[in-house]
């Protein structure tokens, strides 16, 4: 069935009100009283009460009904600069490795070079995909996180051999004056669990990926402890840390704690979103603190489901 609009709806309530006042109101005059006079003086009251309650009701509506139209109007311009943020952010973010793989591919196509240095050209335009297929693979995990297409698929798993692996693929990607600890809070029997692996190893790596970029020297430190029947992750870095102000929209998409610095931060902003949905999919919550200059510790919980072995 159609909704009626909003100006129908309110002048067709205002003729019925208006209506049913002036009939019931009339009759209820002339069980008071048959004096003409006093009928007219009374009829004259009723009229401005009637006035008066209307506008009194017709302004409450339209400042409620002003009210939603203005949060859309502001939900709509944001949604409007996100966009923009969006396409100036993606634009930067796919153009520079497009570059760079039709740069060298052209270089290696058109000379002739020994083999170490056509390594060297491969490895880059290797890299180069990579990150744009990283870049794809995020945006097409937003959609369906956003879109509500994404499925949880529970799984059994020893947890501390996910954090094994994780430690093994991060690694080698940390920055030499960087040190890398994990510390794992349960042991490996009662770290046989029930949840999505592969959401679980996302948000891992994705919060991992983050301290290494913003880490320039010091120290990240992947840890989990059992905590009120819920496993409590925390990945903490000794970097630039996160200002007050950026703190509210931390967790949106396409918006960077670092926006200022896109020349030496690279990424779409989409990373503590995906974040942020999976950890919701998996019935967790996540946070973080954080000090300039001082680094950032981002935590998360998950139920704990043990696992039958």
């Not at 709509?76 to 969006?86: D, G, P, R």
């Not at 029947?229 to 509210?248: N, Q, R, T, W, Y």
Request: proline share 2%; glycine share 6%; with cysteine.
């Amino acid at each position: 069935m159609k909704k009626i609009k909003f100006e129908y709806r309110i002048t067709l309530l205002y003729l019925l009100i208006g209506g049913l006042w002036i009939i019931f109101s009339d009759k209820f005059l002339l069980t008071i009283s048959s004096d003409q006079e006093l009928l007219t003086e009374l009829q004259t009251y009723k009229g401005w009460f009637y006035v008066a309650t209307t506008s009194v009701l017709l302004f409450l509506l339209l400042k409620s009904h002003l009210k939603k139209l203005r949060k859309a109007e502001s939900e709509a311009k944001k949604s409007n600069e996100l966009k923009t943020s969006f396409l100036q952010n993606i634009s930067h973010e796919i153009r520079t490795p497009m570059n760079s793989i039709i740069g060298f591919s052209d270089i290696l196509n058109s000379q002739k070079f020994n083999e170490k240095e056509a390594n060297q050209f491969l490895a880059i335009i290797r890299n180069s995909s990579n990150q744009l297929l990283y870049i794809v693979n995020q945006l097409l995990d937003i959609s369906m996180i956003e879109s509500g297409n994404v499925k949880v698929y529970d799984n059994s798993f020893t947890l501390n051999s996910m954090i094994d692996e994780i430690n093994a693929a991060f690694s080698p990607l940390v920055k030499e004056s960087i040190k890398f600890e994990v510390k794992k809070g349960l042991s490996d029997d009662k770290s046989y669990i029930i949840t999505d692996a592969g959401k679980l190893r996302q948000v891992i790596m994705n919060l991992l990926s983050n301290a290494n970029k913003y880490t320039a020297s010091g120290s990240i430190k992947l840890s989990y402890v059992l905590e009120d029947e819920m496993l409590k992750f925390a990945v903490e870095d000794s970097g630039i840390g996160i200002s007050p102000d950026k703190k509210a929209f931390i967790f949106q998409r396409f918006q960077k704690a670092h926006d200022e610095q896109k020349e030496t931060y690279d990424g779409v902003g989409l990373g503590l979103s995906i974040c942020y949905g999976n950890v919701k999919l998996l019935k967790g919550d996540i946070g973080f603190s954080s000090a300039i200059g001082k680094g950032s510790t981002f935590n998360f919980r998950i139920p704990y489901s043990p696992a039958s072995r």
